[in-house]
């Protein structure tokens, strides 16, 4: 079947701080550059939400695979319209805000959803986790959350664009709310099938992730 990658990257990167996350620059390429650059050799199209008015920059250097569409008000609503923007049979949705995809990932992902229709890139939890305390900020040590079994999910998730959309059709109706979009096919009764992710694949979201980001892109474009 074909696949298209669907990159929604309209938010304001306000936790940032340096305007739309996705067009932040890091070693002379912007995150959003860095996504489309990973996705594309994969894929037979790369279909991008930005934020309103952003398109017009990016047609100074057309490129026939990749399209620009106006995202929505919340990364739901951006992803839907992503949906709606294409035909093929598989989509690849990834966080321009995590920039460091490799190849291995995206052909365990797209392996993945060939057998279950759904497909995330997940991690193992390494970190002991506790909910914080009503201290007011939130800073006293809680109740411990045993972490046996849990997974961090990351993106690119992996979907039969169907099938997705037929989720985010029912969340829609429903008015329910969602961060992820596998958390929408589970909720649907639906099964996801987990691919073990990678450290790299961090999303990049405070000032605190830049250092970080720098070190790793001197290494990953080297
Ligand atoms: O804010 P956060 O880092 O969770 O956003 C995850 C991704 O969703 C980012 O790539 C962001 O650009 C995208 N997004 C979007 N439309 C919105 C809000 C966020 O495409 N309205």
Do not use: C, M, N
């Not at 830049?210 to 990953?220: F, I, N, R, S, T």
Request: zero cysteines; hydrophobic letters at 45%; a neutral charge.
């Amino acid at each position: 079947g074909t696949v298209a990658a669907l990159i929604p990257a309209a938010g304001a990167g306000t936790r940032l701080g340096h305007g739309p996350k996705a067009l932040y620059t890091l070693a002379g390429r912007t995150l959003l550059e860095r996504s489309i650059g990973a996705l594309r050799p994969h894929v037979d199209e790369v279909v991008v939400a930005l934020p309103e008015g952003r398109g017009d920059e990016f047609q100074a250097a057309p490129d026939p695979q990749v399209r620009f569409i106006a995202g929505g008000e919340t990364r739901q609503l951006s992803v839907r319209r992503l949906l709606h923007a294409t035909t093929a049979d598989y989509v690849l949705i990834h966080d321009a805000a995590r920039p460091f995809l490799g190849a291995r990932i995206i052909h365990d992902l797209l392996e993945a959803v060939a057998e279950t229709g759904a497909a995330t890139v997940a991690r193992p939890v390494a970190d002991t986790l506790v909910r914080g305390g009503a201290a007011g900020t939130g800073s006293l040590w809680g109740e411990l959350v045993a972490r046996e079994g849990l997974w961090a999910v990351q993106t690119p998730q992996a979907f039969r664009r169907e099938l997705l959309l037929a989720a985010h059709d029912r969340a829609h109706a429903e008015g329910h709310a969602a961060t992820d979009d596998a958390g929408l096919i589970a909720r649907s009764g639906g099964q996801v099938r987990l691919v073990r992710g990678d450290a790299r694949l961090f999303k990049i979201t405070t000032p605190d992730d830049l250092p970080l980001a720098q070190a790793l892109a001197a290494v990953w474009d080297a």
